[in-house]
């Protein structure tokens, strides 16, 4: 059942991330494009609940969807089975959370170290 | 045709082994099993192969012929055979025995870890259960019921060599018309069976096994169709 549910979250969070993943690169392009410095990216971000939902809910699902699909190259690939390979991908996604929450609260926190 | 000559490259051996090449008349009408029969009666007669009906019923008689899984005895050479000869090899992704024979028992026993067995509802003292043959689920079954075993699919599929836990395209399409089987008095156990590691999740999808199935299956749909029945059965609970 492990299986079943494993499948569900990589797919769920594949579905969440791919709106996500093109609204993070307009993004991009938005401010690349209007030339925006880290100085004014950061007075839009800091405070701003709406960003921090948007790339709060972005890390979730990558930290939920990345490890599932190691752990499935893993087996495959390098047939590298039980419960060493379980235990090394959670502790990438549990990684990538924490990175990924402390980038978002860098970039929304109010008082986070400016150029963070 | 008769006085033309097919240069047949034959695997002798087991893991290890070699081609061996034969010559062998080419007649009008001739499966890659002529061929071998040819081959084992006038050349060869240690042979090993395997082979019973001869009319595409029992799938025993299945090698890798050209580089593709294929059953012989309803594979015609002359649709086979362009400017090149002939290269027949045992199925992959089973384990050899001889010759062109593998050894089809992890095959079997991986219908058997995906719960494809029926498992009766009813005993014989009770009447036979009455479905219309256009009832939707027996419909699902009907698609998939006419499975051979010859072990095509199987060979043919890359997650099967990749995953040796992966219980494989036939394996899993047994279990997809079980599932769908109304007469069948476990059917929550298929999905169960089927949720394990190495169950319908590993498939990528590739559709080998829909490619190279001799008679026509579509085993990817019914392994799609046990992934959104075990997410409906997760989701529901039903599935611990």
Not at chain 2, 159 to 186: E, I, K, S
Not at chain 2, 209 to 220: A, Y
Not at chain 2, 224 to 231: F, P
Request: charged share 20%.
């Amino acid at each position: 059942m492990i299986e079943a549910r494993l499948y569900l979250l990589q797919r769920g969070s594949a579905i969440l991330l791919a709106p996500l993943v093109l609204i993070h690169l307009g993004l991009i392009l938005y401010a690349i494009g209007d030339g925006l410095s880290a100085a004014e990216i950061l007075e839009r971000t800091r405070g701003n609940l709406g960003w921090a939902a948007f790339y709060g809910l972005f890390v979730l699902a990558v930290a939920v969807h990345a490890p599932i699909g190691l752990r499935n190259l893993a087996r495959e690939w390098l047939a590298w089975r039980g419960r060493s390979v379980d235990a090394t991908t959670l502790a990438f996604g549990l990684v990538l959370l924490a990175l990924g929450l402390r980038a978002v609260w860098a970039v929304i926190g109010v008082g986070a170290g400016d150029g963070a | 045709m008769t006085d033309e000559t097919l240069t047949v490259e034959i695997w002798r051996g087991k893991d290890t082994g070699r081609f061996e090449t034969y010559q062998v008349p080419h007649r009008k009408s001739q499966t890659i099993l002529d061929v071998v029969t040819w081959i084992q009666r006038n050349r060869e007669p240690a042979l090993a192969y395997r082979f019973a009906c001869r009319v595409g019923m029992c799938g025993s008689c299945a090698m890798t012929v050209n580089g593709r899984p294929r059953w012989t005895c309803r594979t015609h050479v002359s649709k086979i055979v362009g400017s090149g000869g002939v290269r027949i090899e045992p199925l992959r992704n089973l384990p050899r025995i001889k010759d062109l024979v593998t050894d089809m028992t992890p095959f079997f026993e991986k219908w058997q870890a995906a719960r494809g067995r029926f498992e009766p509802s009813a005993t014989r003292s009770e009447p036979m259960a009455s479905i219309p043959s256009d009832d939707p689920e027996r419909r699902i079954v009907d698609a998939g019921i006419e499975c051979i075993n010859c072990g095509v699919c199987h060979a043919a599929c890359d997650v099967v060599t990749w995953n040796p836990d992966y219980v494989g395209p036939a394996a899993l399409n047994r279990a997809w018309t079980l599932a769908n089987d109304q007469r069948d008095g476990d059917r929550a156990g298929v999905l169960k069976a089927v949720s394990e590691v190495g169950g319908c999740h590993a498939c990528h999808t590739h559709g080998s096994c829909v490619e190279h199935c001799p008679v026509g299956l579509n085993p990817t749909a019914g392994i799609a169709g046990l992934k959104r029945m075990t997410l409906s059965a997760l989701l529901k609970g039903s599935l611990s």
